[in-house]
């Protein structure tokens, strides 16, 4: 039987200063996206973060849902508001803060599918959605939504375009959620913590890219494209080399290996 997120619990276990402070649970909510959204514009400060045991309107990447088991999974957003050189890196911070706090845990070693889907041995296990808040034209927060499939059996799962997996599923036993987000908060403000002009947080994040020198096919704006994975820039831009030798350069799309 599945358990509720204990928040006491997971505040004995949190080690990070600022993220998950403050920490707010809520057993069901829609998404929280847009929970955190609406306490973003009324005021929360970086490093607010909205946990739930149930989305009924979980939203993924690209206009996608993200359907979870109730007590099943990691459904969290973090609250950011950064200098406005480090928003296009948020979704490499948290697909690695994902990669590192599952690899601390479960020992099972994690890639990156191009742009922050997190993956063991090839099947998804977490996806990463960041959506940004403005005044005007002005950045004002983002929020980092952090999907992890912890305790579930991935044939449970509606059917997706990729292969699905579940810590519990790769370690064989059930995982603790608590601990799990309590590293992954630690993991996030670590690496959150890198300077804008370094690029340590591009550098980590194309060491774990699964594509590089791979041939791929991208999917972007309902066009399908071929060609080898050649090279993805400090801002995460993929650029594929196409069989006429064309270099074409895409910021977003849904990647998959070629067979
Ligand atoms: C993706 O792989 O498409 C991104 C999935 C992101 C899911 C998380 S779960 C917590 C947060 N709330 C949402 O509605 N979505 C994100």
């Known amino acids: 039987m599945l358990a509720p997120l204990s928040l006491p619990s997971l505040e004995a276990l949190l080690r990070a200063q600022v993220f998950g402070h403050p920490l707010a649970h809520r057993p069901d909510v ?103 808040g403005f005044v005007g034209a002005v950045p004002d927060f983002s929020l980092v939504g952090i999907g992890i499939n912890v305790n579930l059996d991935p044939a449970t799962l509606a059917p997706t375009r990729y292969p699905a997996t579940s810590l519990s599923h790769e370690v064989g036993t059930a995982v603790d959620r608590e601990r799990l987000i309590a590293d992954l908060l630690l993991w996030f403000e670590r690496l959150y913590a890198e300077p804008a002009e370094s690029d340590a947080i591009p550098n980590l994040w194309r060491a774990r890219l699964d594509i590089l020198g791979r041939p791929v096919t991208i999917v972007s704006n309902g066009e399908a494209v071929e060609g080898t994975a050649t090279n993805v820039d400090s801002t995460g831009a993929l650029t594929l080399t196409l069989p006429s030798r064309e270099r074409r350069t895409f910021v977003a799309g849904d990647v998959s290996l070629s067979p």
């Open 30 to 132: 829609d998404s929280t996206q847009e929970w955190g959204r609406t306490e973003a514009r009324n005021g929360a400060p970086e490093g607010a973060v909205f946990l739930t045991d149930y989305q009924t309107s979980g939203r993924g990447r690209l206009g996608r849902t993200w359907l979870a088991p109730p007590c099943s999974s990691v459904l969290a957003s973090l609250l950011v508001r950064p200098g406005a050189s480090l928003y296009p890196r948020l979704f490499m911070i948290g697909g690695l803060a994902a990669v590192m706090a599952i690899e601390a845990d479960c020992g099972v070693p994690c890639s990156i599918k191009w742009p922050n889907d997190v993956l063991i041995k090839g099947m998804k296990v977490a996806g990463v959605l960041t959506e940004g």
